[in-house]
């Protein structure tokens, strides 16, 4: 079964607003670079596969836009070339080589879960918010940025049941943000 990593940037007071942390810098880019290598396959809601496709698809001239430094295009090529799932129900239809997936949105991931593979990466803030509350997320990454925002969505805002969390990497930024990674802790039989 392959495992659900949900990863996402966020504040010190748990705001996940994508412009609210440090903007990115040549360590976090390769960070995230890296793990989005880990997976098979990303998988979005609409909101955050748009958002994605925007700034990171490769243009129709296949020439980066001039704003991208060093350090971004290999996160570019990384994500572009990326095979992605979309949970949607007002798309009709995605490219980029993404897949529309229909229907319950837990059936048709735990579906995915059950291919073979090396992982699975989820981003954004409502679906990973479903996902959770289905128990189908098996790490959490987040890079805690020191800022505190004090506004914007917050991360896992609506939760029903708290999950306990058990710490299993951790990295420190020259930036002062820092990666943490956890699993949830599994009930004992």
């Known amino acids: ?24 810098d040549d360590e976090s880019m ?3 670079t890296t793990e989005m290598g880990r997976a098979d396959a990303l998988l979005f809601g609409r909101v955050t596969y748009e958002m994605m496709e925007s700034a990171w698809r490769r243009p129709a001239t296949g020439e980066w836009p001039d704003w991208m430094g060093e350090a971004d295009v290999p996160f570019a090529e990384t994500i572009d070339g990326a095979r992605k799932y979309v949970v949607s129900s007002t798309l009709t239809e995605v490219d980029w080589n993404a897949q529309l997936l229909h229907g319950d949105p837990g059936e048709a991931v735990r579906r995915l879960k059950e291919e073979p593979g090396d992982g699975l990466f989820v981003g954004g803030v409502t679906l990973p918010l479903a996902l959770a509350n289905l128990g189908l997320i098996d790490e959490y990454e987040f890079i ?5 925002a004090g506004h914007g969505p917050s991360l896992l805002a609506g939760l029903r049941e708290r999950i306990q969390l058990e710490l299993v990497d951790r990295r420190e930024f020259r930036s002062g943000a820092f990666a943490v990674r956890y699993q949830p802790l599994r009930p004992t039989p």
């Open 1 to 24: 079964m392959r495992p659900l990593r949900y990863s996402i940037n966020i504040t010190l007071d748990g705001c996940c607003h994508h412009e609210a942390g440090l903007p990115p």
């Open 30 to 32: 390769d960070y995230w």
């Open 144 to 148: 805690v940025q020191p800022i505190i």
